[in-house]
């Protein structure tokens, strides 16, 4: 018995059941008929099967995961018993669901299979990717794209002649389906199909009254507008979902736009498939809503012509200093000795005051309560410069300002931060640390940068070892590399701190990030699973609820090859949507890679930027730090000046394996395998180098609150609110590690105050930043330049063993140095 004779005979044995069961009933049921409702059916949708018809009926009759309501088989497959006898076989009544649209969405609705009737049509395209790319290409993580070749046959015009009949009664039949809700499944699910591809005839079916079309008239409207001025990506994406797509608006040419550009190319201008948002697919996609949705295309347009004009530009004043403030104060308190005063901090014998007159001509200014001897009067819209170095201590100092002269003038002041000095390198006795390192040295520890910072002075700045000992087998070399104090270093998870966090907490001082909200009101597609509800300050805290990390770059992680990407493209995609919860939100505190890769593109996505380009133009280079960067070898640096790091690459001597593995020894490219494979080299959580030098100024930046020279990065206010103490652990800041009381010792040793924070870094980077004793610590080893050593149980790298490559003993010993003085 043919499959679909079954069908029936089922049906009619079901409905002689139903009528006996009514029969043996005195129950009866008066009808009295709503006005308020509609059809369940609210959806057409067209498939191509993309095999041959014998394999579609055993995936879509004998299958258990995939159905569809009718299938429509081709002349000329050799598995179609029929012949030129084409028939419609319906697989599910038009009541019930099938199982055709999967993961959807249109005009509002999701899931689609509860609301709509699907027709798959037998036709095969073919569809390949470059041999042994896998995903290192962009176009790789998309349904279409450059990066994927798809050749389409036409279709059998007499299946399409079936096709109209059937759709002509089927819209008959389920009245609410109207012209934009004949659909395609490219178009309900861009991102993961694209049948029927570009040569179903939707113009034909237009013609016969089945779905829309445009007028060409009205699109060569739009397309002498747009032509001359485009509308904005954000335009269009919203334009798109308007129309009925699930695309979101993010403002980027991301891969869900390039997905859904596709699709409706595919659609509406099959000639013209390139995931481009070009003028004529706007003129097309406008001329849509023109005559379909003609109240959201005013909206839209009037939108349209706001973007059009040219805006005033917002100037975000960039404060020159610790201070920066126009003085009289331009809203006093009615407390009247707290008005036109402030706090600044400064070294004895160092410190400068900026004075610039608007309209004024004389002001007292007194600094620590004694007034300075300034020239008066001042010429208008002069700047005058004094030093300070005679009034300021070491600490907090005062300044007020009074009789601003004339009424209604006024002058602005600037102090700026201080500015790192050389010390008296004899002034401490680091005597003890230096035999710890050059002991561990002639035993085979590789070297160390170490890099002390008290009271606005360098007191120690110390090259030890080598910056390149070993061959790739573990043998020392002849001629072994020599460290210097300007080597630089991967300073790996310390990239959290002084890449991603001084971004995130300088884009928090300029009010554009707030960390109490939810990360989707930055990233729109950040969402489903519980994403909606994470914030900013969750990643911040580890508080997430992700795991400690995915690794995409090996194919065999622990969540499948689905996860395997060694592109920045996918690995953003595949974080920002798909890496799925290991616990709950706020149930634990759990340290992860994933939670900072995230941060970082939080970054980029406010910046609009990549991240390195963000922190090396906007961080970085105003303070003259041109030695951190990521991706140094393709900034013009080589890899002799830089400190390497594993031996053999990520390989373990040899005892890990995964695609495009680097067995070379590392030296001037990031180690960390997330950030070199499946971020380009570039990570929030990973791939910064610096050196010992511009650590340094880094570190001072927090000691002087937010600031160096005139530059200020982050405000105080911003840095208390990242540096304080979690409720849940006192040694967890938001991203920073602090001492808390002793329980970090490992790391901060036993002396560091309960105030100090930093971090450390996997190669063997280490920082100490304790505002308490005015003090900061850099140790930068690279302690992963040493042989693999095995145990019974395990193995490791050889530098770990070593005290210098554990930190907490020679920061316990630049304590007692210090201290020892105090």
Request: charge should be neutral.
């Amino acid at each position: 018995m043919p499959f679909h004779q079954g069908i029936i005979r089922r049906a009619l044995v079901g409905l002689a059941a139903m009528a006996g069961v009514v029969g043996c009933s005195s129950f009866s049921v008066q009808q009295m008929p709503s006005q308020s409702y509609n059809h369940r059916v609210q959806f057409l949708v067209m498939h191509f099967t993309a095999i041959d018809y014998q394999k579609s009926v055993n995936a879509l009759v004998n299958g258990k995961h995939v159905s569809s309501h009718y299938l429509l088989p081709e002349r000329f497959d050799p598995s179609y018993p029929g012949g030129d006898d084409l028939q419609v076989y319906q697989l599910v009544d038009e009541h019930d669901r099938a199982w055709h649209a999967g993961r959807s969405y249109w005009q509002g609705r999701e899931n689609l299979n509860d609301q709509s009737i699907g027709i798959e049509i037998v036709n095969v395209p073919r569809c390949e990717r470059p041999m042994g790319h896998h995903f290192m290409d962009p176009d790789h993580s998309s349904e279409h794209g450059d990066g994927r070749l798809c050749i389409f046959p036409d279709y059998d015009p007499k299946q399409i002649e079936l096709l109209v009949k059937l759709s002509k009664q089927i819209l008959a039949r389920n009245p609410n389906i109207g012209p934009t809700q004949v659909v395609g499944h490219s178009d309900i699910t861009p991102n993961r199909k694209n049948d029927p591809g570009p040569r179903f005839p939707w113009y034909q079916l237009y013609k016969e009254g089945i779905g829309a079309w445009y007028d060409n008239d009205t699109v060569n409207k739009y397309w002498q507008q747009f032509s001359h001025t485009p509308p904005s990506i954000s335009l269009m994406q919203a334009a798109l979902r308007a129309y009925g797509y699930g695309v979101l608006e993010t403002g980027e040419m991301d891969s869900q736009t390039l997905d859904t550009l596709s699709a409706f190319q595919m659609h509406f201008l099959p000639w013209h498939v390139n995931g481009e948002a070009s003028d004529k697919t706007a003129a097309v996609l406008f001329a849509l809503l023109d005559k379909y949705f003609p109240r959201k295309l005013e909206r839209l347009m009037s939108r349209y012509a706001k973007e059009q004009v040219a805006l005033p530009v917002e100037v975000t004043l960039i404060a020159r200093g610790q201070i920066d403030e126009v003085f009289p104060q331009p809203e006093p308190s009615s407390r009247v000795f707290i008005n036109d005063r402030r706090v600044f901090k400064a070294y004895a014998g160092q410190g400068e005051i900026i004075i610039d007159s608007q309209e004024a001509q004389s002001a007292d200014i007194y600094i620590n309560g004694q007034k300075l001897n300034i020239q008066q009067p001042f010429s208008a819209n002069q700047q005058y410069r004094y030093s300070l170095s005679k009034r300021t201590h070491s600490g907090n100092n005062t300044l007020k300002v009074a009789n601003v002269k004339p009424e209604g003038a006024s002058i602005r002041v600037t102090i700026p931060y201080p500015e790192l000095q050389q010390g008296n390198k004899r002034a401490y006795n680091f005597n003890a640390v230096d035999s710890l390192i050059e002991d561990d040295i002639a035993n085979g520890f590789p070297g160390a940068v170490l890099m002390v910072v008290k009271d606005g002075k360098v007191v120690k700045q110390t090259a030890y070892g080598y910056q390149k000992r070993y061959d790739e087998n573990g043998q020392l070399l002849a001629n072994s590399q020599p460290m210097h104090a300007n080597t630089l270093f991967d300073m790996a998870s310390n990239t959290k701190m002084y890449a991603t966090n001084y971004a995130l907490m300088k884009l928090a001082s300029q009010g554009k990030l707030d960390i109490s909200r939810p990360i989707a009101d930055y990233i729109p597609e950040y969402k489903g699973g519980g994403r909606n509800v994470r914030t900013v300050k969750d990643l911040l805290e580890h508080t997430a609820g992700y795991g400690s990390e995915v690794r995409f770059f090996d194919r065999n992680n622990a969540l499948g090859e689905r996860f395997f990407s060694q592109n920045k493209a996918r690995t953003s995609q595949l974080l920002i949507s798909q890496v799925p919860f290991e616990t709950g939100r706020h149930v634990r505190t759990l340290y992860s890679d994933t939670d900072y890769m995230l941060l970082g593109l939080l970054v980029e996505r406010i910046a609009g930027m990549p991240l390195d380009t963000y922190v090396e133009t906007q961080i970085y280079q105003p303070l003259g730090l041109t030695h951190s960067v990521f991706n140094p070898l393709q900034k013009g640096f080589s890899k002799g000046q830089a400190a390497a790091t594993e031996l053999q690459g990520n390989s373990r001597d040899g005892r890990l394996d995964f695609d495009n593995i680097r067995t070379y020894t590392l030296q001037g490219e990031v180690h960390d395998e997330k950030a070199f494979y499946a971020m380009g080299g570039v990570s929030g959580h990973a791939g910064m180098f610096s050196t010992a030098s511009d650590m340094a100024v880094l570190t001072q930046i927090l000691l002087n609150r937010g600031g160096y020279q005139q530059h200020q990065v982050f405000s105080a206010n911003v840095l208390d609110q990242f540096a304080k103490a979690s409720d849940a652990d006192i040694t967890q800041g938001l991203g920073w590690r602090r001492a808390g009381n002793g329980d970090r010792a490992w790391h901060f040793g036993p002396y560091a105050s309960p105030q100090a924070i930093g971090h450390t870094g996997w190669t063997g980077t280490v920082t100490v930043v304790d505002p308490t004793y005015d003090l900061a610590i850099i140790l930068l080893t690279n302690r992963k330049h040493s042989p693999i050593v095995e145990s019974q149980t395990s193995y490791g790298f050889a530098g770990d063993e070593f005290e210098t490559g554990r930190y907490g003993s020679v920061i316990s010993l630049i304590y007692e140095a210090i201290l020892g003085k105090q």
